[in-house]
T-cell receptor, first 112, second 113 residues
Framework: GENVEQHPSTLSVQEGDSAVIKCTYS??????FPWYKQELGKGPQLIID?????GEKKDQRIAVTLNKTAKHFSLHITETQPEDSAVYFC???????????FGAGTRLTVKP | DAGVIQSPRHEVTEMGQEVTLRCKPI?????LFWYRQTMMRGLELLIY????????DSGMPEDRFSAKMPNASFSTLKIQPSEPRDSAVYFC???????????FGPGTRLTVT
């Protein structure tokens, strides 16, 4: 089955700086890689996703890159703001397998 | 759309009692997922329904756990009897298409004493 590792477990940045979170996966058949943001007391919120036929995807200050050869993908947040502070989860799944595996999460703190 | 709705938001019960968690998926979504989140194990998929039919329940921890989806707008997760180790936050998520673009509910925080 799929195994997803996520680093770092905690990340602290100054407001305005960039933040990068990295994940690796084990199953080369995985082809869908979403990122979720979870604020305290709330459910995970889908913020961006990428499919294996795309190498990079961007949505305003958030971007995700995928390297299928190396089996890793990353979340990039630019011009961070205090409201970006949350726990971020990466995940990976294979389209015909509904078992989406999540990384352990990264607690991002953006200091004003 | 109101998003995925879960109830109750908090549940405190004593060991041995039956617990029922409820979920209303986003209208039009045909896939529904139940997850459990704990500090030790993170987010774990318990069971997945497609068009109201259970497809994969390999994540259900044991026979004390059961889930049903009687129609497209309602699902339940039942624990009977409950044990302290079942304490966790339980999330329901739904999507248009299997694992893609899952939208999570606010969760039910279950505490079993």
């Amino acid at each position: 089955g799929e195994n997803v590792e996520q680093h770092p477990s905690t990340l602290s940045v100054q407001e305005g700086d960039s933040a990068v979170i990295k994940c690796t996966y084990s199953d080369s058949a995985s082809n869908y890689f979403p990122w979720y943001k979870q604020e305290l007391g709330k459910g995970p919120q889908l913020i961006i996703d990428i499919r294996s036929n795309v190498g990079e995807k961007k949505d305003q200050r958030i971007a995700v890159t995928l390297n299928k050869t190396a089996k890793h993908f990353s979340l990039h947040i630019t011009e961070t703001q205090p409201e970006d502070s949350a726990v971020y989860f990466c995940a990976a799944s294979f389209s015909n397998n509904n078992d989406m595996r999540f990384g352990a999460g990264t607690r991002l703190t953006v200091k004003p | 759309d109101a998003g995925v709705i879960q109830s109750p938001r908090h549940e405190v019960t004593e060991m041995g009692q039956e617990v029922t968690l409820r979920c209303k998926p986003i209208s039009g979504h045909n896939s529904l997922f139940w997850y459990r989140q704990t500090m030790m194990r993170g987010l774990e998929l318990l069971i997945y329904f497609n068009n109201n039919v259970p497809i994969d329940d390999s994540g259900m921890p044991e026979d004390r756990f059961s889930a049903k989806m009687p129609n497209a707008s309602f699902s339940t997760l039942k624990i009977q009897p409950s044990e302290p180790r079942d304490s966790a936050v339980y999330f329901c998520a739904s999507s248009f298409e299997r694992a893609y673009e899952q939208y999570f509910g606010p969760g039910t925080r279950l505490t079993v004493t």
